[in-house]
């Protein structure tokens, strides 16, 4: 290897300047990519070197080939040890006290190499703290191989999630061009002759390592050189004495990394010849050596060894391992031998290492994981071998629905109550409808659930099945109340309450506790309910039931939030965030949920900023619909701040509208609004009352809630629109509209003050449309629009809409002045949310309107002095991109250069 880095100049120096950054206190990350072989890792061992030299600690960790299931936090294992067997959260807030600690008495540089190996939580963990870098001195650098990253790679979300944040910037490194391979090969101690040199450089395409490997074989003009990285390693391999060849084999076979006892079992060699033989192997730089394991110079190194291991030594070798590592029982030890006993194909212990590896990912909360393992043991299983299927899948099922992956969960539980038929035990299908319920219930076919829960309760009718009653009451109690039968809602959750406490086991019944604090709420008790529902999520902690806790605090955070108390809601969906988190729940309907409202409080305070953030967070292995729900709950905020990706995420969410009506109207709100901004009023009126129907019969209720709002909206496009769609089709539309509000208003619950503001806001609407129309008084209008900003106090976009509908409303009445300072008013508090998408007359600060979102963007940048090349690498788009986007900006600007373009960036 080059003992110099050559060619990379530039890219190094970006690097310490990120490091310098950190040093400073500023929260600073790298992601680095590149093909292999182009030297990701030596440029960062040169980092690494530089470091080290200023006096910098420097951490190095590393994902590895596992195949399709790994070990979780593999890398942070290396960086930090056995992790402790806790939870979640406290294993993550352990990694950043680490880190924080780390770097208190001087800077620290970070390093984690190849994560387009990491798992699941490898990925999640470097998110969380990568969000969290501010309160460190430490510098993250993240590398992954680019050419590895097919469509579908799960690193693909982490990557857009983490370029998102403001502290992380990219290095892509690129093949060197001529003058730097031919440097290069100056550089190697190899003699080769002008014909070689041009051939190796041709033939490696710039690849550094393609470079090296050439060189090393020794290839001559007019050899076969190999076409494959593969065939290059081989010759290498070749070099070897028949003894270190057999352990590299070995070694290669093992996996990317092998620990030197396990080594030295699997090939029966003493201590003494074994070290020889590897001493060999290094020699060879073919292999490296860490303080646990021997590991492969390059993951290609393995892999071409691998391959050409014949089957049968492979086998036997995979063996070696398995009765090898069946006596290590390490963190992981259980995914290991699950890989090694089915290459071996000894079928009953990688089941059983299978099952082990499932269980233990629980543990580790990792539910995706846990899902692979187990999926992997139920294709193994045999009739004979225990755990027996039914358990399998109802394990399988629970990880499925810990990870959001309802679909599947209910698609596996109904597939086993088949197969299962009159041959299950009534336990067995007692479990298998409580959970075909569960899953039902969580993507809202709240008819198939009731009926399993129905026929469960049918089949659980003796004394002896009471525990299952108890569940099966409190989730039937929790059904009924989503399909508006509140007397059979109540009749259960009270069955529920008294057979746990007949048990002596009152926490059983947390799900019926919830439920009846909920409809306490909605007959307007909050303390009863806050209270019950206090006492609850106590009872479910003690008793680890995890699912109900959450569910507890995701309800507290929902009074605090309809009560106004916008700090207290924040903590409650704060807490119940890290609950999902810590247990690896935050994709199942309480854990989305949390992160939800969590970002709606922010919203609706007016910190838009932070709950896009929140939002953003969304991992690669999270659940098709929970990632919809996630997406869409930030519509109404990129609608008003003019995202040009808007569009093209609300086709993407379309697909699970029939599974959550939530999505369709958060979807439905965020469309009519751009429509109205646009002055498309019946298509925002179309768009509304499409979504009503929708829900309406989605809910299995016509007048659910939101329907106030939606109407409310559509009454807002009819008023504005009145000139365009007619005034007597505009009066009428109004008319019905309020009907349905007022009916609404009766037959559903009122909660807290944003009942009352959209009831306010309407009756505002109304008479503003009837005025528009030629009726009504000036004078009621405006008193009417003063109640509704009045009432939306709390929430300052909505707030700015109605002081925008009274300064109409006063113009309208003759007081011009009036009119003028009610305006600025609103348009001021637009500008702090950055709401630069308004309807009616409120007016985009000067020049605003000339640009789209993205133009804005590279001109921020301009007046921060970025380049070009900077302002891509920020934005993660081309160059040529960047250079359209100034050219633009320039043009509706009338800029003549850049500088003038920066200036009117900073006001």
């Known amino acids: 290897m080059a003992r110099t880095l050559i060619g990379r100049d530039a890219e190094l120096a970006a690097l310490e300047r990120v490091v310098a950054d950190a040093a400073r206190g500023l929260p600073a990350a790298v992601i680095v990519s590149g093909d292999a072989g182009v030297g990701k890792t030596r440029l960062l061992a040169e980092l690494r070197r530089r470091a080290e030299t200023r006096g910098t600690q420097v951490l190095i960790g590393r994902c590895l080939d596992l195949g399709e299931v790994g070990i979780p936090y593999l890398a942070f294992t290396e960086l930090f040890g056995p992790l402790p067997h806790t939870t979640r959260s406290e294993l993550f807030d352990a990694a950043l006290a680490a880190l924080t600690a780390i770097g208190a008495d001087r800077p620290a540089l970070l390093i984690v190499e190849d994560v387009h190996w990491a798992d699941t939580s490898t990925r999640e963990l470097m998110t969380f703290l990568l969000s969290r870098l501010a309160e460190t001195r430490v510098c993250l650098m993240i590398s992954y191989r680019s050419d590895d990253l097919h469509r579908k790679h799960p690193l693909r979300q982490s990557l857009s999630e983490w370029t998102r944040l403001s502290c992380v910037r990219r290095v892509d490194l690129t093949p060197l061009d001529a003058e730097s391979s031919y440097r290069l090969l100056d550089s190697l101690p190899a003699a080769t002759d002008v014909e070689s040199r041009n051939v190796i450089v041709e033939r490696s395409g710039g690849n550094p390592f393609f470079i090296e490997e050439l060189v090393s074989a020794g290839r001559r003009p007019g050899s076969s050189i190999p076409p494959s990285l593969a065939e290059l390693l081989l010759v290498r391999l070749d070099a070897l004495s028949p003894s270190a060849k057999s352990v590299a084999e070995t070694m290669a076979v093992g996996g990317p990394r092998v620990a030197h006892e396990v080594l030295a079992e699997v090939t029966g060699l003493d201590d003494d010849r074994l070290e020889d033989v590897i001493r060999e192997i290094v020699d060879a730089r073919l292999v490296e050596t860490t303080d646990f394991y021997y590991v492969f110079r390059h993951a290609l190194l393995a892999e071409a060894i691998y391959d050409d291991v014949l089957p049968g030594r492979r086998a036997r070798l995979h063996a070696r391992f398995v009765d090898s590592l069946a006596e290590h029982r390490h963190r992981g030890a259980s995914a290991d031998l699950a890989r090694h006993a089915g290459l071996a194909h000894d079928l009953p212990k990688a089941f059983s290492a299978h099952v082990d590896a499932g269980r233990e990912a629980m543990t580790l909360a990792a539910p995706a994981e846990a899902m692979a393992h187990l999926a992997a043991a139920l294709e193994l299983r045999q009739p004979q071998w225990e755990p027996t299927e039914t358990a399998l899948v109802l394990e399988y099922a629970s990880a499925a629905t810990t990870a959001g992956q309802n679909l599947r969960s209910l698609s596996v539980v109904r597939a086993e109550l088949e197969r299962g038929g009159d041959a299950l035990t009534i336990p067995e299908r007692l479990d298998l409808l409580n959970a075909e319920a569960t899953s039902a219930l969580a993507i809202e076919r709240e008819d198939s659930a009731l009926a399993a829960v129905e026929h469960a309760l049918i089949i659980a009718s003796a004394e002896e099945f009471a525990p299952w009653r108890v569940q099966l009451t409190g989730l039937g109690a929790r059904i009924t109340e989503a399909l508006g039968r509140e007397d059979q809602s109540l009749a259960w959750a009270e069955e529920s309450v008294r057979i746990a406490e007949s048990l002596g086991d009152p926490g059983r019944s947390a799900d019926a506790r919830i439920t009846l604090a909920r409809l306490r709420r909605r007959h307007d008790d909050p303390a009863a309910s806050r209270t019950l529902l206090v006492r609850t999520a106590a009872l479910a902690r003690e008793s680890g039931d995890i699912g109900n806790l959450l569910r507890s605090k995701f309800n507290l955070g929902m009074i605090e939030f309809d009560d106004g108390n ?38 609706y305070s007016g910190d838009w900023t932070s709950a896009l953030a929140d939002l953003a967070q969304i991992d690669s292995a999270a659940p098709p619909l929970g990632s919809a729900e996630q997406l869409c709950a930030g519509f109404q905020i990129r609608a008003a701040i003019g995202d040009e990706e808007l569009a093209a995420d609300i086709e993407r969410v379309r697909a699970f509208e029939s599974q959550d009506g939530f999505i369709t109207l958060v979807t439905s709100a965020a469309v009519a609004y751009t429509a109205l901004c646009n002055g498309r009023f019946g298509e925002a009126i179309t768009c509304l009352e499409s979504a009503v129907a929708t829900v309406g019969t989605q809910w299995h209720n016509p007048w659910f809630g939101g329907r106030i709002r939606l109407s409310v909206l559509a009454m807002e496009a009819a008023r504005r629109g009145s000139s365009v769609i007619g005034a007597r089709a505009a009066m009428e539309l109004g008319s019905r509209l309020q009907s349905d509000i007022e009916r609404t208003a009766g037959s559903s619950p009122s909660y807290g003050w944003e009942s009352t503001a959209w009831l306010r806001r309407g009756q505002a609407e109304l008479g503003h449309l009837r005025l528009n129309c030629g009726h009504g008084d000036a004078a009621s209008v405006v008193a009417e629009w003063r109640a509704a900003v009045d009432a939306f106090e709390l929430q ?77 690498e920020r934005l993660v788009i081309s160059v040529k991109t960047v250079s359209v986007h100034v050219s633009n900006v320039l043009t509706k600007l009338g800029a003549q250069n850049r500088t003038e373009a920066a200036r009117f960036a900073k006001g």
């Open 566 to 603: 916008f700090v207290s809601a924040q903590e409650s969906f704060g807490e119940a965030v890290e609950i999902a988190r810590s247990t690896g729940r935050q994709w199942t309907p309480y854990g989305v949920g949390a992160r939800v409202q969590l970002a709606n409080v922010r919203y």
């Open 796 to 872: 300052p976009f909505e707030r700015a809409r109605a002081l925008q509908s009274l300064s109409e409303a006063l113009e309208a009445a003759g007081d011009r002045s009036a009119a003028r300072h009610t305006a600025d008013q609103a348009i001021a508090m637009f500008d702090r949310l950055g709401a630069t998408v308004r309807p009616g007359d409120a007016r985009r600060p000067a020049g605003a309107d000339l640009l789209t979102r993205r133009e804005w963007d590279v001109l921020e940048l301009l007046g921060e002095g970025y380049t070009n090349k900077q302002i891509a």
